[in-house]
T-cell receptor, first 112, second 110 residues
Framework: GDSVTQMEGPVTLSEEAFLTINCTYT??????LFWYVQYPGEGLQLLLK?????DKGSNKGFEATYRKETTSFHLEKGSVQVSDSAVYFCALSDRTGNQFYFGTGTSLTVIP | DSGVTQTPKHLITATGQRVTLRCSPRSGDLSVYWYQQSLDQGLQFLIQYYNGEERAKGNILERFSAQQFPDLHSELNLSSLELGDSALYFCASSRTGELFFGEGSRLTVL
């Protein structure tokens, strides 16, 4: 069945460091791919998404490119801030758009 | 603000008790999803409803049940509570192929 595997955490970075959180997926057909972010004490918020191969999703300085050849959707940011400290979830929706599959989440802490 | 409302935000109860968590989806969203988030198991999909009908079932225990009402709000009922049921319970709604999450209900079972 469909599934998402993302990099284990926790990840600790210094402010202004480069961030990569790896995410790979298994799916039948052409899923949509998402990154959600959960700030402390809050629910999950959609960070970015991509709906077809080679699409790049971007928001708040974060980017991820839908790579069908490597079944990946890695999250990147060139210069992290303390305010980026959160848990990041990679997710996919199946070809019907009704079922969603989440990775286990990666906790990011950015230190000044 | 995602537009998804969950109540209560916090709930403390004892083992063996029963609780009901409520979710109001975004206006116009027909699908409601319930997830459980615990420290050691990440985000677990419990159940999905679409316009009042059960659409998909995930890792939902038999002690748990849910329903979606004609006004599209949903309730998750948890009974015979155990210590291990302590978790954050999220509701999400969807209409356009994206999930919008509420802020969650934190359940503590003592």
């Amino acid at each position: 069945g469909d599934s998402v595997t993302q990099m284990e955490g926790p990840v600790t970075l210094s402010e202004e460091a480069f961030l990569t959180i790896n995410c790979t997926y298994t799916a039948t057909g052409y899923p949509s791919l998402f990154w959600y972010v959960q700030y402390p004490g809050e629910g999950l918020q959609l960070l970015l998404k991509a709906t077809k191969a080679d699409d790049k999703g971007s928001n708040k300085g974060f980017e991820a490119t839908y790579r069908k050849e490597t079944t990946s959707f890695h999250l990147e940011k060139g210069s992290v801030q303390v305010s980026d400290s959160a848990v990041y979830f990679c997710a996919l929706s199946d070809r019907t758009g009704n079922q969603f599959y989440f990775g286990t989440g990666t906790s990011l802490t950015v230190i000044p | 603000d995602s537009g998804v409302t969950q109540t209560p935000k916090h709930l403390i109860t004892a083992t063996g008790q029963r609780v009901t968590l409520r979710c109001s989806p975004r206006s116009g969203d027909l699908s409601v999803y319930w997830y459980q988030q615990s420290l050691d198991q990440g985000l677990q999909f419990l159940i999905q409803y679409y316009n009042g009908e059960e659409r998909a079932k995930g890792n939902i225990l038999e002690r748990f049940s849910a329903q979606q009402f004609p006004d599209l709000h949903s309730e998750l009922n948890l009974s015979s509570l155990e210590l291990g049921d302590s978790a954050l319970y999220f509701c999400a709604s969807s209409r356009t192929g994206e999930l919008f999450f509420g802020e969650g209900s934190r359940l503590t079972v003592l």
